[in-house]
């Protein structure tokens, strides 16, 4: 099975900036959507943005216009740049693949460890 693996959180203060990646170990980009979650204690994982054939992309509302997915096919990894930063984006970060059917992107993989990330002041 394919593994992901997620990088790139920290402690930012609100209105910065990370840049997230998620390395995967083959390149499957011509096969699945790749997409970010996210997940606080005690709730369900959110779906924030996904990635596909012709890097045609789509997004949460809650992160469209501050968050950016994007991917290098040549290192199978994809990137999530953050920027406009709130407190309540802090949440850890997962990366996955799968299908998209009637707008929603089933995953594939098992979810990897997740990036930590905390927007505070």
């Known amino acids: 099975q394919v593994q992901v693996a997620e990088s790139g959180g920290g402690v930012v203060q609100p209105g910065g900036s990370l840049r997230l990646s998620c390395a995967a170990s083959e390149n499957i980009f011509n096969y699945y959507y790749m997409g970010w979650y996210r997940q606080t204690p005690g709730n369900q994982r959110e779906f924030l943005a996904r990635i596909g054939g012709g890097d045609i992309t789509s997004y949460a509302r809650s992160v469209k216009g501050r968050f950016t997915i994007s991917r290098d096919s040549a290192n199978n990894t994809v990137y999530l740049q953050m920027n406009s930063l709130k407190p309540e984006d802090t949440a850890v970060y997962y990366c996955?693949?799968?299908?998209?059917?009637?707008?929603?992107?089933?995953?594939?993989?098992?979810w990897g460890q997740g990036t930590q990330v905390i927007v505070s002041a």
């Open positions: 996955n693949y799968g299908t998209v059917a009637a707008g929603i992107l089933s995953t594939r993989g098992a």
